[in-house]
């Protein structure tokens, strides 16, 4: 059973800065793809950043964001820079083993989830 611990969301004031963990014992962590999704309310899941080889972002974080990992300790980050109220969301990692690169930014390739956590910027 793969499990994903997400941790680090909360409510931060527009410009702040903010990291999200996501920590996934129990598995050989490198084999796996790990991506970052979010979802605003009424809003479909949208990709936000990936890293396989090296990072993928969203146009809309790029620049702001940087996805990192630490294989040692099975845990991927999202530091978030800047944040603006059109962040807010439940922010969910994903990781899969067999993710192909053209389909990276596909929430249909990931078959593990987290529980998400919540992000609010206020204005």
């Known amino acids: 059973q793969v499990h994903l611990e997400e941790s680090g969301g909360g409510l931060v004031q527009a410009g702040d800065s903010l990291r999200l963990s996501c920590a996934v014992p129990?598995?050989?962590?490198?084999?796996?793809?790990v991506a970052w999704f979010r979802q605003a309310p009424g809003k479909e899941r949208e990709f936000v950043a990936a890293f396989k080889w090296r990072p993928y972002y969203a146009d809309s974080v790029k620049d702001r964001f940087t996805i990192s990992r630490d294989n040692a300790k099975n845990t991927a980050y999202l530091q978030m820079n800047s944040l603006k109220p059109e962040d807010t969301a439940v922010y969910y990692c994903a990781i899969s083993s067999t993710v192909i690169l053209s389909q990276i930014r596909a929430h249909e390739s990931y078959g593990y989830w987290g529980q998400g956590t919540q992000v609010t910027v206020s204005s």
């Open positions: 129990g598995v050989t962590f490198n084999r796996y793809t």
